[in-house]
């Protein structure tokens, strides 16, 4: 069993920046990928950015390419994601989610939130304009 939760969240000017991050506990951490996922007011939960167990393969919606970007510390049991010249549209609650196991892990898999078995409880980003 694994426990996620989310940090880092807050309001940022359109342009600006914040780290959120993901912190696990009661699990071995480096058996999990791990996915960010938002979701906005009205909308269904979409996929954001995800790492593999070791870190080695990363994926981003195109929608955050060049502005987000996904890390991992395994010796740490933690997952970041440093969001810059963040907009207005980036604006949802966040959630981390771990995904257990050693199946492939392709774009397909980490976006789809039915892959994955843990998540945390969220943190609001909000962006002005």
């Known amino acids: 069993q694994v426990q996620l939760v989310e940090s880092g969240g807050g309001l940022a000017q359109a342009g600006g920046s914040l780290r959120l991050s993901c912190a696990a506990s009661g699990g071995t951490f480096n058996s999990y990928a791990v996915g960010w996922f938002r979701q906005a007011p009205g909308k269904e939960r979409d996929f954001v950015s995800a790492i593999s167990r070791n870190g080695g393969a990363t994926y981003y919606v195109d929608s955050v390419k060049g502005r987000f970007t996904i890390s991992r510390d395994n010796t740490k049991n933690t997952v970041s994601l440093q969001m810059n010249s963040l907009k207005p549209e980036d604006t949802a609650v966040y959630f981390c989610?771990?995904?257990?196991?050693?199946?492939?892990?392709?774009?397909?898999?980490?976006?789809?939130?039915?892959?994955?078995?843990?998540w945390g409880q969220g943190t609001q980003v909000t962006v002005s304009s």
């Open positions: 989610a771990a995904r257990w196991g050693y199946r492939a892990y392709t774009y397909g898999a980490a976006a789809k939130d039915s892959e994955y078995n843990y």
